[in-house]
Nanobody, 120 residues
């Protein structure tokens, strides 16, 4: 049973920063990809960032260098450092895992309950 638990969301003013954390309690796949997606009310999921088993990272086009994904394998933890946040970044952010990076955007894999990020 895969369980991912996010934390670190909150409210911040435009231009501010937040760091999201995710603890992965178990893995389904040996070489799973981990990452983040977001979803705002009435909008489709957006792939935010991903990191594969080799440490290669990828980001959604809208990130534009503002976010950094990282992991601490010893702690089974995943992080998303978000800088220069804008109101359009407001959404529920989910930690996710799948065999293939970013497939969680189409509903594949597993994800947590989400953590809310609000930028005003």
């Amino acid at each position: 049973h895969v369980q991912l638990v996010e934390s670190g969301g909150g409210s911040v003013q435009a231009g501010g920063s937040l760091t999201l954390s995710c603890t992965v309690y178990s893995y389904v796949w040996t070489n799973a990809c981990l990452g983040w997606f977001r979803q705002a009310p009435g909008k489709e999921r957006e792939g935010v960032a991903a990191i594969d088993s080799d440490g290669m990272t990828s980001y959604g086009e809208f990130v534009k260098g503002r976010f950094t994904i990282s992991q601490d394998k010893a702690k089974s933890a995943l992080y998303l450092q978000m800088n220069s946040l804008q109101p359009e970044d407001t959404a529920m952010y989910y930690c996710a895992t799948d065999r293939h990076c970013m497939r969680w955007v189409i509903g594949s894999g597993y994800w947590g309950q989400g953590t809310q990020v609000t930028v005003s």
